[in-house]
């Protein structure tokens, strides 16, 4: 493991871009496969047969059902860790550089303070978490072949829903890494997390119209609605 990790350290050293887009391709791409077990989105549904049985002395048609098989939806897979590779890797590595920057150079904030690591999660949380739900959500659309107005319908379906479930992680594990982590290795701790985020994000969008997402859809809007009452 001690060998694995310093190979790694090494790789960063040369190749920092390259090697954040691979890991979170991988990454991606294995969160994908949890979600796909989780909700047995690839599952053959149950069909009965009729199977000839003899009862006493009597012959008679019964049902029998098939047994469960499951499948893993490589083609899926394969897209989400695309993902990772496009959007994840990239992106991430230099919404972290620049933020970190944008932090010491600009706003002028003490490394590791309060204020410092409050001001990188706030933003953190408005631009990149909302951005990168947007971008999952469409990406997903377009590439299993929706329409442009289907993509929508779904991104008003699963964007809400997907904010306030990582709304309520992803800020605790931000602080802690930018408190804690080099920049350079925001991105590796945050790919860490991104193997369950990726499994939670590709099972929102495989639960489709399921009653929970509307509920929270109604909720959000009736608080809303009570708000400017």
Same mark, same amino acid.
């Given at each position: 493991m001690l060998k /694995? &990790?310093? &190979?790694?350290?090494?790789? /960063? %050293?040369?190749?920092?871009?390259? %090697?954040?887009?691979?890991s979170s391709g991988i990454l991606w791409g294995t969160g994908d496969i949890a979600?796909? %077990?989780?909700? *047995?989105?690839? !599952?053959?549904?149950?069909?009965?047969?009729p199977v000839l049985r003899l009862n006493s002395s009597t012959l008679f048609f019964a049902q029998q059902d098939d047994e469960e098989?499951?499948?893993?939806? &490589?083609? *899926?897979? +394969?897209? %989400?860790? !695309?993902f990772g590779v496009g959007f994840v890797g990239p992106? #991430?590595?230099?919404?972290? =550089? @620049?933020? $970190?920057?944008?932090?010491?150079?600009? /706003?002028?904030?003490?490394?590791?303070?309060?204020?410092?690591?409050? +001001?990188k999660v706030a933003l953190d949380g408005?631009?990149?978490g909302p951005l990168d739900l947007c971008v999952f959500f469409t990406y997903m659309g377009l590439t299993? #072949?929706?329409?442009?107005?289907?993509?929508? =319908? $779904?991104?008003? *379906? $699963?964007?809400?829903? +997907?904010?306030?479930l990582e709304g309520g992680v992803w800020p605790i594990v931000q602080i802690a890494n930018f408190r804690f982590i080099p920049v350079r290795y925001q991105l590796l @701790?945050?790919? !860490?997390?991104?193997?369950l985020d990726s499994a939670l994000l590709s099972w929102i969008e495989q639960q489709e119209d399921a009653p929970w997402k509307k509920w929270i859809v109604s909720f959000l809007y009736v608080k809303e609605q009570e708000g400017q009452g």
């Open positions: /694995l &990790w310093k &190979w790694y350290q090494k790789c /960063l %050293t040369v190749h920092p871009v390259k %090697t954040q887009v691979i979600a796909q %077990t989780i909700t *047995r989105s690839t !599952m053959k549904k149950h069909h009965k047969k098989v499951f499948k893993i939806n &490589w083609k *899926r897979v +394969a897209i %989400t860790s !695309m992106v #991430g590595h230099f919404w972290y =550089e @620049y933020l $970190d920057r944008f932090m010491k150079v600009r /706003l002028q904030l003490p490394p590791k303070s309060m204020r410092f690591v409050a +001001a408005v631009i990149f299993s #072949g929706k329409s442009i107005p289907q993509v929508k =319908e $779904d991104l008003k *379906r $699963d964007f809400l829903p +997907a904010l306030v @701790y945050v790919n !860490m997390f991104c193997l």
